[in-house]
């Protein structure tokens, strides 16, 4: 079955914990409370992609274990595609997340499942749309872009090494302020949007800026996750034919949303949700 688009990443449980203020290092912050949410860079796309109307399937490991199911309760939920989704011998990806009252976090990954994840499990991939992040290993993705002919768009986080192939196969590199720097990606060929947390996002094509736009004004309550949401809806509206000025202001949007809520995929947006905020 061909589907419109195709994530190809990570799927964590993330296990939060919500504080007054982050610890430094060597502190101890009591007084948190706790929740287990759905996570990963790779199904925190997918979500966000689900719910702004793309026909979605998400290709990545889990564990055999009880965590498994936890992590994707939200992908079900929402109707993303599964059946690429392989069980390893490991335990799935972890995420121990620390968010403050203003919203920042600090995050530390057990990669488990998504370190596991070998070209050996990929499908044939039939879709016309692609999106991937660097949680899992960069042979799989060079071995998923190989013969891949569709749209390829990279959100090139965390920073990694030796992924220059697969930066100049993508048509869309989405990157923040740091990792660009980091790349170096100033003046590459193709599509690149930057984000620059609160003052919005930048896309650039062949070196040359063709938007900008603000980040809405919400009420922060957490950070996380609004990166995932803003490659989704970034990528989704270009995919659908969005003019680049309107398509950075929809995933600035998208991004902004999310972080208005507590968690990743929970806050996730809906195509309502980030149309009604784009009208105002």
């Not at 026909?55 to 498994?68: L, P, Q, R, S």
């Not at 660009?180 to 996002?201: H, K």
Request: charged share 20%; aromatic share 4%; net charge negative.
């Amino acid at each position: 079955m061909s589907f419109g688009l195709t994530v190809l990443g990570s799927v964590n449980l993330d296990l939060l914990v919500q504080v007054a203020e982050l610890p430094k290092a060597g502190e101890t912050v009591t007084g948190g409370t706790y929740s287990a949410l759905p996570g990963g860079k790779g199904a925190n796309v997918a979500v966000a992609a689900r719910r702004l109307g793309a026909e979605t399937e998400i290709v990545a490991a889990v564990g055999d274990d009880d965590y498994a199911a936890q992590a994707l309760v939200n992908l079900k939920a929402d109707g993303v595609y599964l059946d690429a989704v392989k069980t390893v011998d490991a335990h799935t990806g972890l995420a121990f997340i620390t968010v403050s009252a203003d919203g920042e976090n600090q995050i530390a990954v057990a990669s488990g499942a998504n370190a596991a994840f070998t070209p050996e499990h990929l499908p044939k991939l039939c879709s016309d749309v692609l999106i991937t992040q660097f949680e899992i290993p960069i042979a799989v993705i060079e071995a998923a872009l190989k013969d891949y002919a569709g749209f390829v768009a990279v959100n090139a986080s965390p920073v990694t090494p030796n992924v220059d192939r697969i930066l100049a196969r993508a048509d869309l590199v989405i990157v923040n302020q740091g990792e660009a720097d980091a790349y170096r990606l100033s003046g590459r060929e193709g599509l690149l949007a930057i984000t620059l947390g609160g003052s919005g996002a930048e896309l650039w094509r062949d070196g040359e800026l063709v938007a900008r736009a603000p980040a809405p004004k919400v009420n922060v309550v957490d950070t996380t996750g609004a990166g995932d949401a803003f490659a989704a809806a970034l990528t989704v509206a270009l995919a659908e034919g969005q003019a680049e000025q309107e398509a950075l202001e929809f995933a600035c949007a998208a991004g902004a949303l999310t972080t208005t809520r507590l968690g990743t995929q929970t806050a996730s947006p809906t195509r309502v949700e980030v149309d009604a905020l784009l009208k105002t």
